[in-house]
């Protein structure tokens, strides 16, 4: 009797390799009789077949699963008639539905792994980005406007309840935390653009106010311009940072490519019932196929699914497992046993896997 039932979406391009990489690692590190995985249907290329980017049973499927592993979604050319990506939708439905409103982002330099970033080493690069997830600009996707063609609009939304909750979040996750690389101080960095507009001046002013119930904990602001140039020169500075949807999306690009890559970008997108887990990169369709895609975001996605899953149901199995995963990325990487494409190397998704899989069992030895 398997205990924790998990939805997965392969979706498009690189998604289906990569979402059943990491498959193949949780069954391996967790047992068949923990996790029980379902695939179901989603994504651009479905829509194309059917007119259906996230079907109902799918979304029915996720709504009642412990949680959902997806690989990626979205095909060139394939669009609403408003020009909007049909494969993003599959995201954004299920963020919005399941009112998935942490976005956290990881950005973690591991050994073994060159930083862009002259002279960084593993460990001085450890912070995590938290994206509110399920309003800001976003809010508007379907409902901005066009007029005639010559003008088009679309408005931010930021609410009380939004900002409350992800900063909550963004606070109770730095105090799990061990505080910044640079001085070990547990910091919560607001990131924002509170000096030119009212939404972002509103969004700060909530984050001040939760941070008043969190005193143990340091509150830094940066505005989003100056933070750019932050992640590049002092990225060991940084603890947790919470920022509104768009400029969490944009960040958290910025510091997946101080540290390696998209390929090295695990994300979590929670809610108070629901998880969903993806790497935080695209579904590549230019490399889709053909063995080459990197699976370390999605194992990575995976074990952030252990450790919530843990963390919810009480259940150590799942976190040791998780940080069995981890080690075993983690030597992979230190070692150069299987040295993925995006970091240098040419190792396929099937030998990247085969190398997780290998340390995980001589570490059970
Ligand atoms: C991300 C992606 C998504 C976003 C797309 C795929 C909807 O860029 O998760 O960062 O824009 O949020
Ligand atoms: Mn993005």
Redesign the pocket.
């Known amino acids: 009797m398997s205990s924790y039932q998990i939805a997965t979406i392969d979706g498009d391009g690189i998604g289906p390799e990569v979402c059943q990489s990491a498959t193949r690692v949780l069954t391996h590190a967790c047992g068949s009789d923990l996790l029980a995985f379902t695939r179901c249907d989603g994504g651009a290329a479905h829509y194309a077949r059917t007119g259906h980017v996230l079907p109902e049973d799918t979304f029915m499927l996720c709504r009642d699963s412990a949680a959902i592993l997806h690989g ?3 095909l060139p050319g394939v669009t609403y008639p408003d020009g909007t ?1 049909v ?6 439905q299920l ?1 919005f539905r399941l009112d998935l409103y942490a ?1 956290v ?1 990881p950005v973690r330099l591991w050994r073994g792994v060159k930083s862009p970033l002259a002279d960084w080493q593993a460990g001085q690069i450890d912070y995590v980005i938290v ?1 509110e ?1 399920t309003e800001g600009l ?1 809010a508007s996707r379907g409902g901005g406007i066009n007029l005639r063609g010559e003008v088009a609009t679309d408005t931010i939304v930021i609410t009380r309840k939004g900002v409350e909750r992800v900063a909550r979040f963004s606070f109770a996750l730095s105090r799990k935390r061990n505080g910044a690389p640079r001085d070990g101080t547990r910091r919560v960095t607001v990131c924002d653009k509170a000096n030119i507009l009212r939404s972002y001046a509103f969004f700060r002013a909530v984050c001040e106010e939760v941070a008043r119930e969190h005193t143990d904990i340091e509150i830094d602001y940066a505005y989003v311009d100056a933070m750019t140039v932050h992640l590049v020169k002092r990225p060991d500075f940084y603890d947790v940072i919470v920022a509104e ?1 768009m400029f969490g ?1 944009i960040i ?2 910025l510091g997946a490519a101080t540290i390696g890559g998209m390929g090295l970008s695990p ?1 979590a ?1 929670l809610g108070e019932h629901h998880g969903l887990f ?1 790497g ?1 990169h ?1 579904s590549a369709p230019d490399i889709a196929g053909q063995n080459v895609a990197s699976p370390l975001a999605t194992i990575l996605s995976g074990t952030l699914m252990l450790q919530w899953l843990a963390e919810r149901h009480g259940d150590d199995r799942l976190s040791a497992a998780a940080h069995r995963i981890e080690a075993a990325v983690g030597d992979v990487l230190a070692q150069g046993d299987a040295v993925p494409r995006d970091l240098g190397g040419s190792a396929s998704c099937t030998e990247v896997t085969d190398a997780v899989l290998r340390r995980l069992d001589s570490a059970a030895c």
Request: negative net charge; glycine residues 12%; proline residues 0%.
């Open positions: 990626a979604a979205g990506e494969g993003n939708d599959l995201h954004l963020r976005n982002r994206r997830n976003y949807n999306d958290s690009d994300s997108e993806q935080a695209g």
